[in-house]
T-cell receptor, first 116, second 115 residues
Framework: AQKVTQAQTEISVVEKEDVTLDCVYE???????LFWYKQPPSGELVFLIR??????QNEISGRYSWNFQKSTSSFNFTITASQVVDSAVYFC?????????????FGQGTRLTINP | EPEVTQTPSHQVTQMGQEVILRCVPI?????FYWYRQILGQKVEFLVS????????KSEIFDDQFSVERPDGSNFTLKIRSTKLEDSAMYFC?????????????FGPGTRLTVL
């Protein structure tokens, strides 16, 4: 069965530090998608990135970067020069193909606190 | 940009009452989903729906839950007799097809509090 593990339950850093959130996944599908979502205190899920399993290029978007390593089944997320506004719960997710359906399998989430 | 909307944003109900959570998926999407997030926990899949039928459901989605597309725009989740443990954030999502290459778009969620 598909599984996503975010081993870090909580991380707390001081503003301007770099921080990496880990995500390890298990899947039987040959084609799949990986996601990161941010959940601020208001509760909505804010989409950050979607990655195809065939595209192992690392991606950078401003202060955010993602490292996809198929060999270790990991899709880690790094925030460079963190800011207080980055404080949130971050979820890694994996798409699962079903018979005539699809679903997302989420990790437990990492609560990130950026202290001023 | 089209988006998934959900109403209400927050619903408070008494244990044993029926609640209906509403969602308006993106207009050209054909597949609809509900997910649940108990406070402090991960987001969990409840059900997927296509062509007025449930296509997949999780073990969480028991006989107390039902889904419906009552008209051309709304997609609803009904909980017949709410329990305290139904308190959670409920997210609706929609996608154009069932293929994983077609992304699911999430609504902002409805926070359900059962007293």
């Amino acid at each position: 069965a598909q599984k996503v593990t975010q081993a870090q339950t909580e991380i707390s850093v001081v503003e301007k530090e770099d921080v990496t959130l880990d995500c390890v996944y298990e899947t039987r599908d040959t084609t799949y998608y990986l996601f990161w979502y941010k959940q601020p205190p208001s509760g909505e899920l804010v989409f950050l990135i979607r990655r195809n399993s065939f595209d192992e290029q690392n991606e950078i978007s401003g202060r955010y970067s993602w490292n996809f390593q198929k060999s270790t089944s990991s899709f880690n997320f790094t925030i460079t020069a963190s800011q207080v506004v980055d404080s949130a719960v971050y979820f890694c997710a994996l798409s699962e193909a079903l018979q005539g359906a699809q679903k997302l399998v989420f990790g437990q989430g990492t609560r990130l606190t950026i202290n001023p | 940009e089209p988006e998934v909307t959900q109403t209400p944003s927050h619903q408070v109900t008494q244990m044993g009452q029926e609640v209906i959570l509403r969602c308006v998926p993106i207009s050209n999407h054909l597949y609809f989903y509900w997910y649940r997030q108990i406070l402090g926990q991960k987001v969990e899949f409840l059900v997927s729906f296509y062509n007025n039928e449930i296509s997949e459901k999780s073990e969480i989605f028991d006989d107390q839950f039902s889904v419906e597309r009552p008209d051309g725009s709304n997609f609803t989740l009904k909980i017949r007799s709410t329990k305290l443990e139904d308190s959670a954030m409920y997210f609706c999502a929609s996608s154009r097809t069932y293929l994983t290459s077609d992304e699911q778009f999430f609504g902002p969620g409805t926070r359900l509090t059962v007293l």
